[in-house]
């Protein structure tokens, strides 16, 4: 099970901090991710980690504003965004994925969170 918060209300150019809080005991065997989606928008890719936390990787659009982290020992994922664009309004969904590397295709994460909304205004 993944349970996201952190979401909310945000002016342009300010930052907010998601969180993902996992159960189970395998969360340190898998690379985890962040995905958004907008409204009447197909769901993207945002970040993912893999199951160390060493390696990350992020979608273009994020790149050098969001940063993606996980503690192992907690069982939990973060997403630092800072920089925030009305671009980045959407809601966010953690998830699971199914190897211990990176990837930024949906097919290859098992569970997903049922979101957290990000609102972002100018």
């Known amino acids: 099970q993944l349970v996201e918060s952190g979401g909310g209300s945000a002016q342009a150019g300010t930052s907010l901090t998601l969180s993902c809080a996992a159960s189970?005991?395998?969360?340190?065997?898998?690379?985890m991710g962040w995905f958004r989606q907008a409204p009447g928008k197909e769901r993207e890719f945002v970040a993912s980690i893999n199951w160390s936390g060493r390696d990350t990787y992020y979608a273009n659009s994020v790149k050098g504003r969001f940063t993606i982290s996980r503690d192992n020992a907690k069982k939990m994922v973060y997403l630092e965004m800072n920089a925030l664009t009305t671009e980045d309004t959407a809601t966010y969904f953690c998830?699971?994925?199914?190897?211990?590397?990176?990837?930024?295709?949906?097919?290859?994460?098992?569970?997903w969170g049922q979101g957290t909304q990000v609102t972002v205004s100018s």
């Open positions: 998830a699971t994925s199914t190897s211990t590397m990176t990837t930024s295709l949906p097919r290859g994460y098992a569970y």
């Open positions: 189970g005991p395998s969360f340190r065997d898998f690379a």
